[in-house]
T-cell receptor
Framework: KQEVTQIPAALSVPEGENLVLNCSFT??????LQWFRQDPGKGLTSLLL?????REQTSGRLNASLDKSSGRSTLYIAASQPGDSATYLC??????????FGRGTSLIVHP | NAGVTQTPKFQVLKTGQSMTLQCAQD?????MYWYRQDPGMGLRLIYY???????DKGEVPNGYNVSRLNKREFSLRLESAAPSQTSVYFC????????????FGPGTRLTVL
């Protein structure tokens, strides 16, 4: 059974820092990995989708990488801002079609 | 485009009552999903529909039923609500079942007393 772990569970950084969020998974036979953002009391907003054949994806200040063989993905946020404060979730999709989510990293960026 | 919409936003039920959560998407997606989100448990898949006319159980299907009414709509029914079903329920959709990005609705907060 696929298991997805996100470390750290919580992170507090000053504005302007570059930071890395980690996502690891136990079964490397995946179709893709997706990063989401969730604001308190809201739904999930898709940030980046990386297919299994890709190494990374970029959107603005966000860069996500995928190392399928080691079962790891990182989400890099450049020049963090208070508006980046949210919970970040990763989800892995494998052959069963059932996505498996990590429990998220709660990020606070303070001014 | 409204994306994925869910109704209601909030609901309080008594144990044993029934209700249906509605979900609709306007992106012409083939696949739709129902999740529940609980503190400390993360998001867990209840049921999904890979395409119109098909539904399959996810990780936690007990106590729930679903209907894929048409390509746009996917409903989740609680026949006899239990306090353990207190949760936030999210509907999501994607173009296909495997390779495509998932898009989520705003969620329904359900409390069962």
């Amino acid at each position: 059974k696929q298991e997805v772990t996100q470390i750290p569970a919580a992170l507090s950084v000053p504005e302007g820092e570059n930071l890395v969020l980690n996502c690891s998974f136990t079964d490397s036979a995946i179709y893709n990995l997706q990063w989401f953002r969730q604001d308190p009391g809201k739904g999930l907003t898709s940030l980046l989708l990386i297919q299994s054949s890709q190494r990374e994806q970029t959107s603005g200040r966000l860069n996500a990488s995928l190392d399928k063989s080691s079962g790891r993905s990182t989400l890099y946020i450049a020049a963090s801002q208070p508006g980046d404060s949210a919970t970040y979730l990763c989800a892995v999709r494998g052959g069963s079609y059932i996505p498996t989510f990590g429990r998220g990293t709660s990020l606070i960026v303070h001014p | 485009n409204a994306g994925v919409t869910q109704t209601p936003k909030f609901q309080v039920l008594k144990t044993g009552q029934s209700m249906t959560l509605q979900c609709a998407q306007d992106m012409n997606h083939n696949s739709m999903y129902w999740y529940r989100q609980d503190p400390g448990m993360g998001l867990r898949l209840i049921y999904y529909s890979a395409s119109e006319g098909t539904t399959d159980k996810g990780e936690v299907p007990n106590g729930y039923n679903v209907s894929r009414l048409n390509k746009r709509e996917f409903s989740l029914r609680l026949e006899s609500a239990a306090p353990s079903q207190t949760s936030v329920y999210f509907c999501a959709s994607s173009e296909g079942a495997s390779y495509n990005e998932q898009f989520f609705g705003p969620g329904t907060r359900l409390t069962v007393l």
